[in-house]
């Protein structure tokens, strides 16, 4: 008797689903970064992902909220991102067929990777998704002028905010260094939604549902004609443009909101849901538009036009309801109305986490010296008290890199032996010598490379409770 697919996913998800996500992070052009590869400016394959931390993490199990900004989280991402992106055409801007750039392209669209990204991809997805069910406030009822309301007001709340993360990048002290990281993230996500948007719009569905896929074309086709716009903008901050330049510098949530419409659009039984995200997404890109501007006037001197595209309504959302929902209810039935709105109620709250990561990401980066003052009180409240916490002490050699990660608690980094170059931008890198402390507080993403023959250090974990008295 054949065994039924169900069956078969059934099975795996009884402890295997974990070995399939490691067996694809085990592919070449995702190994741990080296010296040479904290940017990859010319190799939009490469693509560090840190796969040896796949030895402690599960992902055969749902996230929980509480680590939606932890290490499961963004590496996760980055995975999720990578199997997404091998379905899409990415050339080297060099586009010669040696080196580099060559090896990791080899492997990035092989056939062994295509079929691990199709086995790993909704053991990713239930992984990081899952938990928006459980974030979601219901509404009274769901019918489409509820739903329509419910936009509305939302459109109205965000018109208002300025956002936390604009707040923070235009209070810092190196507004460049702070301009410059929120650059990255927009880089993060704003192709990869658009990518997806592309994908979305592939099929013949315009009898069942007249004008959308005109919609989703024209969408894309406006964002291919902006490149230059775009590329222009990435230069003005001395910037590259190539896909993953920065890979190592994009925060997880970043990385979220991309894939969660990449997730939408190439599900096609979530088309209801992916029409939800779309409508978040055309009046998140509106609201935003000018503040994104202005961030990058201030920091960087430039004044892009592109945003006097993004920043464009898309229409009225009255008129995009009734354009796209009335249609989804005699497709799907009445849930459809419901099923739009979770889409739109989801993307929302990736956008939220995305808002406070960010600005606490800049805050942190904006003041190291105030978190290594920090980091100094906090070891010495610890010696003065012969108080016993958790450490992990690390030898490396010279060179040796750490990709970026985040951290799941607080932690300090204290220099025994030798000398590191410590990174959260592509800005500049902070040098720590014998004797140097610096606190890392729990998600905030950070890297380093060795400079010395070697280098010995310790990371002494924090408790929550002596965190917050410093």
């Not at 019918?143 to 208002?160: F, G, K």
Request: charged content about 25%; hydrophobic content about 40%.
């Amino acid at each position: 008797m054949p065994v039924k697919y169900s069956e078969t996913f059934a099975r795996l998800a009884t402890g295997e689903l974990h070995d399939v996500v490691k067996a694809f992070a085990a592919n070449p052009a995702f190994r741990a970064a080296e010296w040479e590869e904290l940017t990859t400016e010319d190799n939009p394959y490469r693509r560090p992902v840190r796969p040896d931390d796949l030895a402690w993490l599960d992902y055969s199990k749902q996230m929980p909220v509480a680590k939606a900004l932890k290490l499961s989280a963004l590496l996760g991402h980055r995975m999720l991102r990578n199997v997404y992106d091998s379905e899409l055409l990415f050339l080297p801007p060099s586009g010669g067929v040696d080196g580099p750039a060559a090896t990791d392209a080899a492997t990035f669209y092989s056939e062994e990777n295509r079929v691990l990204g199709a086995l790993a991809a909704p053991v990713l997805e239930q992984h990081l998704f899952g938990l928006l069910e459980s974030e979601r406030k219901p509404l009274a009822g769901y019918s489409q002028d509820q739903v329509v309301a419910d936009i509305e007001a939302y459109h109205e709340r965000r018109r208002e905010e300025s956002g936390k993360a604009f707040v923070a990048a235009l209070s810092t002290q190196d507004r460049r260094a702070s301009a410059t990281f929120t650059l990255l993230q927009l880089s993060a996500y704003l192709p990869a939604s658009r990518m997806a948007i592309g994908r979305a719009a592939l099929g013949e569905y315009d009898a069942e549902h007249p004008g959308a896929r005109i919609t989703l074309l024209d969408d894309y086709r406006t964002w291919a004609g902006l490149h230059d716009e775009y590329r222009s903008l990435l230069e003005g901050a001395g910037l590259r443009p190539t896909t993953g330049a920065y890979w190592q510098l994009y925060l997880g949530t970043s990385l979220a909101r991309g894939n969660h419409l990449h997730w939408l659009s190439r599900n096609r039984e979530k088309y209801p849901e992916f029409l939800g995200a779309l409508l978040h997404h055309g009046i998140d890109q509106a609201v935003t538009a000018g503040r994104f501007a202005d961030v990058f006037e201030d920091g960087l001197g430039v004044r892009s036009s592109l945003f006097d595209h993004l920043g464009r309504d898309s229409g009225h959302l009255r008129e995009l309801a009734d354009r796209w929902v009335a249609p989804l209810s005699r497709l799907y039935g009445p849930e459809a109305v419901g099923r739009f709105h979770n889409g739109f109620v989801d993307a929302a709250w990736l956008a939220q986490l995305w808002d406070e990561d960010l600005a606490q990401q800049l805050a942190w980066a904006d003041d190291i010296p105030l978190h290594q003052k920090k980091a100094e009180a906090i070891h010495r409240y610890i010696e003065d008290n012969g108080i016993t916490v958790d450490l992990d002490t690390f030898v490396e050699s010279n060179e040796e890199t750490s990709t970026t990660h985040v951290h799941d608690e607080h932690r300090l980094v204290m220099i025994e032996k030798g000398e590191m170059h410590f990174w959260n931008n592509v800005t500049h890198k902070i040098d720590l010598h014998e004797g140097d402390k610096v606190l890392i507080p729990v998600s905030r993403l950070h890297g380093s490379t060795v400079l010395s023959g070697e280098c010995t250090y310790h990371q002494p974990i924090i408790p929550e409770e002596m965190y917050q008295r410093f």
